[in-house]
């Protein structure tokens, strides 16, 4: 089989340094970038080793906090409930964090055949192609750091301000504002110091939380983009194979090569498969969980109907009867999360929307072929 001639690209350190831009940006906060790309100098391995730290550190103190403000009589069932879903969160964060971990050479190769497809660029219109498609490997980086940004970032800084007001309590405390629950037990939030350094503590863990999140969500974006870039390259080879004359042994050699470009686009899909497959799985495990905890806080609405139709208020004076029936059809609306007030958050239609897929996917097969 003939090997690819590796007509290097004059442009190749450059394209590569813009596909990996948002990578190496987040990367570098949580200290994985030197695990991943080994050519960085002293000095950015010693800032990656205190960012590692300082991130593993921020987030065991806010596991250990809010497990013993959800799991102990510091707290009452309903806040229990409501801090569930933010001790999950960190939980899953801290997982994923281990796995970027764990995954850290198996993400290296990827980077590294990426790099070499690059530098083997053998035509123009090649580089185009993979140009476009990375943009839109970019697109989609840009897509889900804005909206974690702005999304958390307003839930840690604007959401604890328009939820609570500051009330004098019956030690005459001002209320402090928090995100999250149970800083309280290491950090004296009476004084105002001491409350804005855990304030702005809680608003770094969470940017350590958001940067997990929108790392993986960016390595997969990258890895993928550059796969269906190798992908069109094949198809614009294949398009061209009985494109102007060729003797057969030229016809043999050019077969070879996208025969051999084939299989290595095939062999770094199966790499981008190996690295993110754990962290697939506990993204899909930690956002349906997440998900059932919210939807649970939003179905006692519904429970209040149900208390009030098993009653007996038919022994009820007739007024006040009606006032419950009242009461009854207001439950029978609960509120929901809905996506653009189109569709509600449930499970009941997240299994529609898989189905519907699955029903989609197999009616572009059958008219593909």
Same mark, same amino acid.
């Given at each position: 089989?003939?090997?690819?001639?590796?007509?290097?690209?004059?442009?190749?350190?450059?394209?590569?340094?813009?596909?990996?831009?948002?990578?190496?940006?987040?990367?570098?906060?949580?200290?994985?970038?030197?695990?991943?790309?080994?050519?960085?100098?002293?000095?950015?391995? *010693?800032?990656?080793?205190?960012?590692?730290?300082? #991130?593993? &550190?921020?987030?065991?103190? %806010?596991? !250990?906090? /809010? $497990?013993?403000?959800?799991?102990?009589?510091?707290?009452?069932?309903?806040?229990?409930?409501?801090?569930?879903?933010?001790?999950?969160?960190?939980?899953?964060?801290?997982?994923?964090?281990?796995?970027?971990?764990?995954?850290?050479?198996?993400?290296?190769?990827?980077?590294?055949?990426?790099?070499?497809?690059?530098?083997?660029?053998?035509?123009?219109?090649?580089?185009?192609?993979?140009?476009?498609?990375?943009?839109?490997?970019?697109?989609?980086?840009?897509?889900?750091?804005?909206?974690?940004?702005?999304?958390?970032?307003?839930?840690?800084?604007?959401?604890?301000?328009?939820?609570?007001?500051?009330?004098?309590?019956?030690?005459?405390?001002?209320?402090?504002?928090?995100?999250?629950?149970?800083?309280?037990?290491?950090?004296?939030?009476?004084?105002?110091? *001491?409350?804005?350094?855990?304030?702005?503590?809680? #608003?770094? &863990?969470?940017?350590?939380? %958001?940067? !997990?999140? /929108? $790392?993986?969500?960016?390595?997969?974006?990258?890895?993928?983009?550059?796969?269906?870039?190798?992908?069109?390259?094949?198809?614009?080879?294949?398009?061209?194979?009985?494109?102007?004359?060729?003797?057969?042994?030229?016809?043999?050699?050019?077969?070879?090569?996208?025969?051999?470009?084939?299989?290595?686009?095939?062999?770094?899909?199966?790499?981008?498969?190996?690295?993110?497959?754990?962290?697939?799985?506990?993204?899909?495990?930690?956002?349906?969980?997440?998900?059932?905890?919210?939807?649970?806080?939003?179905?006692?609405?519904?429970?209040?109907?149900?208390?009030?139709?098993?009653?007996?208020?038919?022994?009820?004076?007739?007024?006040?009867?009606?006032?419950?029936?009242?009461?009854?059809?207001?439950?029978?609306?609960?509120?929901?999360?809905?996506?653009?007030?189109?569709?509600?958050?449930?499970?009941?239609?997240?299994?529609?929307?898989?189905?519907?897929?699955?029903?989609?996917?197999?009616?572009?097969?059958?008219?593909?072929?």
């Amino acid at each position: 089989m003939g090997k690819i001639p590796t007509w290097p690209n004059a442009n190749h350190e450059k394209d590569v340094i813009d596909i990996l831009i948002w990578n190496r940006w987040l990367l570098r906060i949580l200290g994985i970038w030197p695990l991943i790309y080994p050519d960085t100098t002293m000095i950015e391995k *010693i800032l990656a080793t205190f960012s590692f730290a300082s #991130c593993w &550190i921020v987030l065991g103190l %806010f596991l !250990i906090l /809010t $497990s013993i403000y959800t799991f102990t009589d510091r707290s009452i069932m309903g806040e229990k409930m409501k801090m569930l879903g933010p001790l999950g969160y960190v939980f899953f964060s801290m997982l994923k964090y281990l796995f970027l971990v764990i995954r850290h050479k198996s993400i290296r190769r990827c980077v590294q055949i990426l790099s070499t497809d690059w530098r083997m660029v053998q035509e123009k219109y090649h580089r185009e192609i993979m140009m476009k498609d990375a943009e839109k490997g970019h697109l989609l980086s840009k897509f889900c750091i804005v909206f974690m940004y702005c999304g958390g970032l307003s839930y840690n800084t604007v959401m604890p301000f328009l939820s609570q007001t500051s009330d004098a309590n019956k030690q005459n405390d001002t209320v402090r504002p928090m995100a999250y629950l149970g800083f309280d037990i290491v950090f004296d939030l009476q004084l105002m110091p *001491i409350y804005v350094f855990a304030f702005s503590l809680q #608003c770094f &863990i969470g940017i350590v939380m %958001f940067n !997990i999140t /929108t $790392s993986v969500c960016c390595l997969a974006a990258m890895f993928v983009a550059h796969a269906c870039g190798q992908i069109d390259i094949v198809i614009a080879r294949v398009e061209n194979l009985f494109k102007g004359e060729r003797d057969h042994i030229k016809f043999e050699k050019y077969m070879a090569i996208i025969v051999q470009h084939h299989v290595r686009t095939l062999r770094f899909s199966a790499g981008i498969e190996d690295t993110l497959r754990e962290l697939c799985l506990v993204e899909i495990v930690g956002t349906t969980l997440i998900m059932c905890l919210v939807e649970y806080s939003l179905i006692t609405c519904s429970k209040i109907g149900n208390t009030t139709y098993t009653i007996e208020w038919y022994n009820l004076p007739g007024k006040v009867a009606l006032d419950l029936m009242l009461m009854i059809n207001m439950s029978g609306h609960p509120v929901q999360i809905t996506a653009g007030r189109l569709l509600s958050l449930s499970f009941a239609n997240f299994g529609n929307v898989l189905k519907t897929s699955v029903a989609y996917l197999n009616l572009l097969r059958t008219a593909i072929r």
